[in-house]
């Protein structure tokens, strides 16, 4: 494959711009290179980007080694964005194939020391400033207590890979675990996105 056959770069709001290898990415805004791949997470998915978008307005400001978990990593590409933002992360995938295209992107974006990589929630050594997960609902309802197990005093909690009618039960899920507050919710056409933050 040529850089010419590669897909154009997709830039988004506020500061993204995801570019494959060997793409020259725009001035102006933070690239993240994801090599192509088979795994979740080349950016043109309305959920992603919605992670994308909130991990930037929420990651703490003028704090290197914030730390952020992302629960269901795909291809890495929320955690190499968290990490060009300066987190320390721990990334969590179930499917083996994912977790190796993660670690070749986070090296081609060279923040593999900033990335640790394991297949269960379990392998996560919290607390979290941020914890965002862009996976199914069921998962998500089976996890609750986890993620917000490992989530740092004062930290938010982005939760995606959702639909309109999901968010009844995720919030009712969540929300009890989190003193009853109720979540913002982020919509980018049928795809939504709860943000739960102190
Ligand atoms: C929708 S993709 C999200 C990928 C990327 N984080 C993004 O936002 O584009 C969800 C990922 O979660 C993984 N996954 C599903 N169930 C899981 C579980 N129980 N534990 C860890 N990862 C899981 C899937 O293999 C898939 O790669």
Redesign the pocket.
Known sequence: MTVRDLPPPISLSPCWQIVAPGQVPGSGRLHIVIAPGA?????T?P??QL??QAIAALAPRGRSGWRLL??????????IGAARLGASVD?????AT?IAEAERNARLNAVDDRIRFA???DGAVGPFDLV?????RP?LL??AVGLVGLLAAGGALLL??LVATDVPAISARFSPLLDGRRPEVFEQGEWRELVWRA
């Open positions: 795994s979740f997470g080349d950016g998915h959920t992603t992670c994308l992302d629960f269901g990593c795909g291809n890495g590409v929320l955690a990334a969590i995938e179930i499917d994912a297949h269960t929630l965002v997960a862009n996976i199914l998962v089976e996890h995606s890979g």
